[in-house]
């Protein structure tokens, strides 16, 4: 079949009646640096290079598809927050955007703390040797046993999410003849601007205790009243991918004027708020996030601000990014199958992985962008659809962007900007094998987590 019979972009954008994207690149070579993580390039031959090795080496010894993540654009994302913060805030990386034993270490090394949200993630934690004080456990519905397991550990908070909870962790702080450092989550009535399934700050939720009708009040009442726990502040977290700060603003007011009720009705300052994580990330040319250090500007400056306002000593303040810190050091890298082109419509382009290891486009409408990587191309742009190999027609990767038309089966393209909630949610749909997590650095690639393989589906079937 001829390509030119096919062509791209401009053609098909006239007849797209759905989906979102922009015009194509002026040059399709080109890596906009924003996307993808710091040490990737094209080398002399047009390839892609990570770390200083070339995509065509890595797709040779770890196979396709795989997650690459740039191990020094890790370690000096966690520097930059940490640095942004200074020494009287803390950061606590969100291990739901990713974890394994090796970023533990890196966490640990590069001086961030831990927000953990389940058992998994606990171990996980422990194992890697995270000083369990430098961990926060969360989750709006922890297990009694996760509970004692935190409480026994010596966790450095845990962040309570009900009143249920409240008793539940008392009672096993006491059990345990300690007195536990805990936060109250709070929900402030902010509406984030993000996907409805990831805001978080809203009411009608699962997450946190309300502010608005003084619930929240009524949760530091309590806990302030059972000695198994040491109320050390409150938290609040409003969402995912959220690039506008007024919702962070607001839910700092808030959060501080909590603050000045309990110190009017307890006589007690509490020193510590947590402002959560959900700042956004670049997945296309079109995102703009801040850095860390406009981040922890604002965030302070609007603390500082209120606490004068109310008389207050400004409490010690931390953040819980997660996929601001992974989500922009890796990419996915997938080897092209088939290439359908859609007359009138646009191109299929099928990929060796897919929902399995991405669902964040099904699930949320996601936009990513995506470049071949294995060679340059002068043809003209493609408009295509990135699509996996599952069995189902949602099973989408990139829903709309432009490869070089003369694009082939064989072919390596890569998806950046998928460090965050792509490995840690993928699944085995269709007894896909979830791709490894290969760490490159200085010239050096390393599994961090392995492929599966066929065994270890089989282990797991009993019948
Ligand atoms: N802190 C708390 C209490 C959280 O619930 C979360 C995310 C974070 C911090 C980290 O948020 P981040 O900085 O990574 O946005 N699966 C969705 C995101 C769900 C996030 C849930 N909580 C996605 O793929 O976009």
């Known amino acids: 079949m001829s390509r ?7 053609r098909h954008a006239d007849v797209l009646t759905e989906g979102h994207y922009s015009a194509p690149a002026a040059d399709l070579n080109v890596l906009d640096e924003k996307v993808w993580s710091r ?21 040779e010894e770890f196979g396709t598809p795989a997650y690459f993540l ?9 520097r930059a927050w940490a640095d942004a913060f200074g020494p009287d805030a803390d950061v606590f990386y969100a291990g739901k955007a990713f974890l394994s034993r090796a970023v533990v270490r890196w966490l640990k090394e590069e001086g961030l703390n831990l927000d953990v949200c389940s058992g998994g993630e606990l171990t996980t934690a422990l194992d890697a040797g995270m000083p369990a004080e430098r961990i926060a456990f969360h989750g709006n519905n922890k297990t009694v046993a996760e509970i004692e397991r935190a409480v026994e550990a010596g966790v450095g908070r ?44 809203h009411e009608d939720q699962k997450f946190g205790i309300a502010l608005a009708d003084g619930q929240a009040a009524e ?13 050390i502040g409150v938290h609040s977290h409003i969402g995912s991918q959220i690039f506008d700060m007024a919702g962070f603003e607001v839910s700092a007011r808030r959060v501080v004027q909590l603050l000045a009720e ?7 300052e509490l020193p510590e708020i947590d402002l959560g994580g959900g700042l956004g990330i670049a997945y296309t040319s079109e995102d703009d996030p801040r850095e860390p250090h406009e981040i922890a500007k604002a965030l302070s400056d609007i603390v500082t601000r209120e606490c004068e306002a109310a008389k207050l000593r400004t409490p010690r303040i931390s953040v819980e990014p997660g996929r601001a810190i992974v989500g922009p050091t890796a990419f996915t890298l997938y080897e092209v199958g088939t290439i359908k ?17 991405n669902i964040r486009t099904a699930l949320y409408d996601a936009e990513y962008s995506v470049a071949l990587v294995s060679r340059t191309s002068d043809a003209e742009p493609m408009l295509v ?3 996996g190999k599952h069995c189902e027609s949602g099973d989408i990767v990139v829903k709309d962007a432009f490869l070089p038309a003369d694009l082939a089966p064989g072919d390596l393209i890569a998806v950046p900007a998928t460090g965050a909630y792509c490995r840690s949610m993928a699944s085995n749909y269709n007894h896909a094998l979830r791709p490894p997590v290969v760490a490159v650095r200085d010239g050096e690639a390393r599994v961090i987590v392995r492929r599966e393989t066929e065994e270890d589906l089989l282990r797991l079937d009993v019948g």
């Open 70 to 78: 740039d191990e020094s654009d890790f370690r000096a994302r966690c």
């Open 262 to 268: 309990v110190r009017d009705e307890h006589g007690v």
């Open 219 to 231: 949760a530091v009442r309590r806990a302030l009243s059972l000695d198994g726990l040491e109320l």
């Open 341 to 357: 082109p859609l007359e009138g419509l646009r191109t299929y382009v099928s990929v060796d992985g897919g929902m399995s290891d």
């Open 385 to 387: 659809r990135v699509v």
């Open 158 to 201: 845990i962040v309570l999410d009900s009143f249920q909870e409240i008793v539940r962790v008392a009672h096993t702080a006491q059990r345990h003849g300690v007195r536990q450092r805990v936060q109250i989550r709070v929900t402030v009535g902010v509406e984030a601007h993000t996907h409805e399934f990831i805001a978080t700050a």
């Open 4 to 10: 030119s019979a096919h062509p791209a972009g401009p």
């Open 39 to 59: 040490t990737v390039t094209r080398d002399a031959d047009g390839g892609l290079t990570v770390g200083g090795i070339a995509v065509a080496r890595l797709a």
